[in-house]
Structure formats: structure tokens, C-alpha cells
């Protein structure tokens, strides 16, 4: 007879205060596995139940806001989109990497997106004034849905976390600000021609930085073609230097 009860599940999780960076510690906690448990309920409870001062970040629950992404196990992934069932009773999170911590699981991704966009110009560059009540002209279905395939990134930081080059190279722009700019690139709507886009990604922190390990598109939570956007813009960029 199979064993229903539920599993008792250990969750260690890296605690500090970024003040105190150097006194950060790991702490256990215990608590039990209920149906459909995620990270998210799992982590809300151990707050709500045994430390209010347990910090970490949750805005949708839903895969779509990217702010809940974290270690979890050593991998990055998405807190509101991992189901405790998939794995062992031992959990063990930590704060994704490379970002600015703001305290135990809670790192400020948003701070180093708005940099990478603002380096990169990660925007519609166009010499006309918008006429909002001009119908926008049309795109190719196949080219819509590559620009739409690309807009589903939600910067939840874990291609970063995942890169092997980042780790080495602190200002490395990765698969995020890269897969971004080759949709600006793509977009008909965008008048900036090659010359501008060499200016801002053909270098050490943009195309030609990538060491090619491919931990981004391993870890991407929504499956994007990073490596593709990648290879495509450093065809690009080499081609326009020929
Ligand atoms: S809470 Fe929004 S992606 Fe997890």
C-alpha cells in the first residue's frame, strides 16, 4: 500500500541583510506538502506561520511579473512556478546572482534591466511623430509573431543567473538585453540602421563577449530563442564590419 501522508519538506533558505553582507547564513526551516504546493504558498506560509521577517518577492503568481525568479536547488528558476512536488523533500534557495540585494531572496533586477536597456536603447528609435489616429502599418504575420516570441520576456534575471560568462564579466549585457535589441532590430517600425546597433552590442559586453555556454536558453522560464537571437545578431554585426 502506497504511503498518502504528507511529505515533510525542509526548505534552507540564505538569509542577510545587505548591510551585514558578510553574516549571511543559511536557516532551516520544516513545514508539510500540501496538494499543488509551489514555492510561492510554501514560502508565504514559512512568512506567515514561522518568520515574518522572511524577505523575498512575489507580484503575479503567475509566470508573468518575473520578480519571484531565485536559486532553487542551485538552478534559477521561477518560485510561483515551481511545484514543490517536482522536488526533493531538501529545498535549498538562494538569491539569484549578480544583482544588487535588497535582502534574503530579494534582489533588484529591475535596477540592472532599466541600466541594460538604457546602454543598449532598448526602444523604438523613429523619426516620425507618433499620429495616434493613423492606423500603424502593417507587419508580416511571421515577422509579428517572431517580434511578439521575443516581447514575451518578463526580465525575471535568470538567463543572468545562468550565464557563465556574466559571472566572469559583471558588465556583460547577456542573452536579455541582446535577445531585446535584435527585436528592435527586426522591427520594421525602427529606423536606426546597422552602424547604430554595431555601436551599442558588437563588443566584449554584447555579441562578441558570449562564450557560447548556453545556460540561457537552458534556463529561460518562457523558452525563448535566445540562442537563435544571439547567433542572428552576431551574423550581423560581423557581416556589417565586412
Ligand atoms: S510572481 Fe510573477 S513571475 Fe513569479
Known amino acids: 500500500m502506497s504511503d498518502t501522508s504528507p511529505r515533510q519538506l525542509s526548505v534552507r533558505i ?3 541583510r545587505p548591510e551585514q553582507p558578510a553574516e549571511g547564513f ?13 514555492l510561492f504558498i510554501a514560502l508565504n506560509q514559512l512568512r506567515e506561520e514561522q518568520d515574518p521577517t522572511l524577505c523575498f518577492d512575489f507580484v503575479c503568481r503567475a509566470g508573468i511579473c518575473g520578480s519571484c525568479a531565485m536559486l532553487i ?6 518560485a510561483c512556478h515551481s511545484l514543490t512536488a517536482n522536488l526533493p523533500p531538501r529545498i535549498i534557495l ?6 544588487e540585494l535588497l535582502g534574503d531572496l530579494s534582489v533588484n533586477t529591475g535596477k540592472w534591466m532599466r541600466g541594460m536597456s538604457e546602454r543598449l536603447q532598448t526602444w523604438v528609435h523613429s523619426q516620425q511623430q507618433r499620429d495616434i489616429s493613423r492606423i500603424e502599418e502593417a507587419v508580416e504575420p511571421a515577422l509579428a509573431e517572431q517580434l511578439y516570441a521575443l516581447d514575451r520576456c518578463i526580465e525575471c534575471g535568470c538567463c543572468l543567473a545562468a550565464c557563465g560568462t556574466r559571472q566572469i ?5 547577456g542573452a536579455v538585453g541582446i535577445a531585446k535589441l535584435s527585436r528592435y532590430y527586426l522591427d520594421p517600425a525602427d529606423k536606426r540602421d546597422t552602424a547604430q546597433y554595431y555601436d551599442v552590442i558588437a563588443d566584449e559586453n554584447g ?10 536558453e537552458d534556463f529561460c522560464p518562457k523558452h525563448l530563442p535566445l540562442q537563435v537571437q544571439l547567433a542572428f545578431m552576431r551574423k550581423k554585426m560581423l557581416e556589417f564590419t565586412c
Open 207 to 216: 555579441v562578441f563577449g558570449c562564450l557560447s555556454l548556453m545556460g540561457c
Open 169 to 173: 564579466n559583471r558588465d556583460f549585457n
Open 73 to 78: 536547488n542551485g538552478r534559477p528558476g521561477l
Open 26 to 38: 543559511f536557516q532551516d526551516f520544516q513545514l508539510l506538502e500540501t496538494t499543488g504546493m509551489t
Open 94 to 99: 538562494a538569491p539569484l546572482p549578480g544583482f
Open 14 to 16: 540564505f538569509r542577510v
